[in-house]
């Protein structure tokens, strides 16, 4: 019986499979659907594929901001905070204010013009803030999304 239960989930899940391939809805002379992601032998890239090599992107600090305040970047993009504001120091920590001994990294206090950069490695939402002064007590926080 347990075999035979086996069978017909196995029969089913194929003819199911079967029948979705078939919906490509490929005409006379068109080519097969491709998975995403995906080209032709020798095919040039398309605006949508996606970077062969991990990006930059920037961050300013100024007037006790983050700017932009979520950035969303692919793993592997190097991020650089720069402080743009004359009037303070800043600094650049990821997770918990309340916990800013278990950052996964963080920089020193940036003068006016000074940078930090960190690379993103690896998939997830991480938390930005400001440890300078408490400077995330009044807003001085962002978010890195890394896809």
Excluded at 29 to 44: E, I, K
Excluded at 57 to 80: D, R
Aim: hydrophobic share 35%; glycine share 8%.
């Amino acid at each position: 019986m347990q075999n035979t239960r086996t069978l017909t989930l196995i029969a089913g899940s194929a003819l199911a499979l079967t029948l979705l391939a078939g919906c490509g809805g490929k005409s006379a002379g068109q080519a097969p659907a491709m998975a995403s992601g995906t080209a032709p032998a020798g095919a040039a890239p398309t605006a949508s594929a996606p970077a062969a090599t991990p990006g930059k992107a920037a961050v300013e600090l100024n007037n006790m901001k983050f700017n932009p305040a979520t950035l969303e970047v692919t793993a592997g993009t190097a991020v650089t905070f720069t402080n743009k504001d004359n009037a303070s120091d800043h600094s650049v920590y990821e997770g918990d204010p309340k916990k800013p001994e278990d950052a996964k990294f963080h920089s020193q206090d940036l003068k006016e013009g000074q940078s930090f950069t960190h690379t993103f490695d690896k998939p997830g939402t991480y938390q930005i803030y400001c440890k300078t002064d408490s400077h995330f007590l009044q807003g001085m926080t962002a978010k890195v999304v890394v896809k």
